[in-house]
């Protein structure tokens, strides 16, 4: 009995000392877990700032240098078609389309930050192209002008990465330039702003002028746009478009020659467009902001005549294929948008609007003549007067 109990006492010290070391080892254990966490913290902290700081180095890099396309400088050529491009790869450059929505960004009030300073280089740099008296209504566009209205119609893009980070988040997907600046302007009157990203509203009302200018000019520039792949009018330059606004031009949804035919795609593009244009303008009057129309696209407008009164006359039993639906859908929404925009030139260009766009007249240089000096003469060298008895 003796022995069973020093064995018994023997085994509970040994069990004693065993748990005793689990726990001194389970401390060491958790020590060494904290000390590999803090580690790990903070070499996720240095990589996150790497990524941020490469992030805002290349996206000012990207956005200036497709801003300075857009507008030539440096005497930078470009096509109207590779305008809209350059315009497209600004909006998608800026700072806030990268935002990931994690680590040191997963708060709201990073996003504001990183969408403010973008939209305070995009006001910036804006400001140097848009009149002071922001009228849209010019007769012949130049560079500049063409470069905003680009500009203004691709505010709606955005990146595939940074609307998934937004669903994450579980913030509207849908805050792209376009709606923030719409959103700013519908709150232009509040002392504070407040709401989702209160800090870019704050900035976009910095520049209040140049902010209902680029909504007026996407509601005008996106038909044109329409005009320019639908027909030769994108061939042309601003002197050929006001002549043909004049003579009409016939275009063949259908053409049998398959470069000229309109397919499916380009008909849901084309309609989307207009569809863009026709809810920005809901957009400004339900803010309180009444659009405004350049004349001269209004006319451009009309010009064109693809069938569009023959294809909204078609009766339902008519309109029986996924193409001529959209044929129709395409002619309904051109006609909508072109209803609200004005169906006069107006004013005729003085000779100031027309300088740059007339062919240039060429410079004659006449030879210097020298008039003969008279004054030491003491008789004239021409007749006298003709007598009176020799007149008939």
Known sequence: MMMIRGLCAGVGAAVLMSGCQVMEDSKAMRKTLEELKAKGDHIAKRADDLEREMKFKESTSMFEKSMAELFGENGYEITETNMLNKAETAMRSMLL???????????????????????????????????????????MPTRAYKGIAALAARMEQMQPSFVESLRKRGLPDNLSVYEVVAQALQDRDAVTQTGLLPKTKNEILKWKGEA?????????YLPMMVLSRASSFGGQGNLGRVTKSFTGQVVNLNDPDPAKSASPAQLKEWTHWLKLAQETRARLRAIGIEPKYNAVFGAMLRTPDFGQKQLLALPPAEVNTDLKRLQVEFARAYTQVIEEMPAKWGQLPSASDLNGYLPAMPQVTLPAVKMPDFSGWRNPPYPGAFPREKLM
Do not use: I, T
Not at 114 to 136: I, T
């Open 212 to 220: 209902v200018y680029l909504l007026q000019m996407r509601h005008n």
């Open 97 to 139: 389309q990268f935002w990931k929505g994690d680590f040191f960004e997963y708060s709201v009030e990073s996003l504001d930050a990183e969408f403010q300073l973008a939209m305070s280089n995009n006001f910036s740099r804006v400001a140097d192209y848009v009149p002071r008296d922001y009228d849209v209504n010019v007769f």
